[in-house]
């Protein structure tokens, strides 16, 4: 039996794979953006980089996106949760 195992399995899987949606992908051959014969023309309109970015984590936050929800550096600090009461014995 473990010997057949694949094979079982192949055949269960073959009606599941006309139910499962396929991709059209690029059913008319279309050629992409920068290709040979695309109406893109990529040497006249070459891609451009308009600058670059710097994350630092450790940067401050603006004044202006200071909200409720993240108080201030040096403010007080929230009001400590409450703790939940005792629970009910099963017995």
Same mark, same amino acid.
């Given at each position: %039996?473990?010997?057949?195992?694949?094979? @079982? @399995?192949?055949?269960? %899987?073959?009606?599941?794979?006309?139910?499962? &949606? /396929?991709?059209?992908? #690029?059913? #008319?051959? $279309?050629?992409?953006? =920068? /290709?040979?014969?695309?109406?893109? $023309?990529?040497? !006249? #309109? &070459?891609?451009?980089?308009? =600058?670059?970015?710097?994350?630092?984590?450790?940067? &401050?936050?603006? +004044? /202006? *996106?200071?909200?409720?929800?993240?108080? !201030?550096?040096?403010? *007080?600090?929230?009001?400590?949760? /409450? +703790?939940?009461?005792?629970? &009910?014995?099963? #017995?």
């Amino acid at each position: %039996m473990k010997k057949f195992a694949p094979a @079982i @399995i192949a055949l269960l %899987m073959v009606p599941y794979g006309g139910l499962v &949606p /396929q991709s059209p992908g #690029n059913p #008319n051959g $279309d050629p992409y953006a =920068g /290709q040979e014969g695309s109406t893109y $023309d990529a040497k !006249a #309109n &070459p891609p451009k980089t308009l =600058g670059v970015v710097a994350y630092n984590p450790l940067a &401050p936050l603006p +004044a /202006q *996106a200071r909200t409720a929800a993240a108080p !201030a550096p040096g403010s *007080a600090p929230a009001a400590a949760p /409450q +703790a939940l009461p005792a629970r &009910p014995s099963r #017995n």
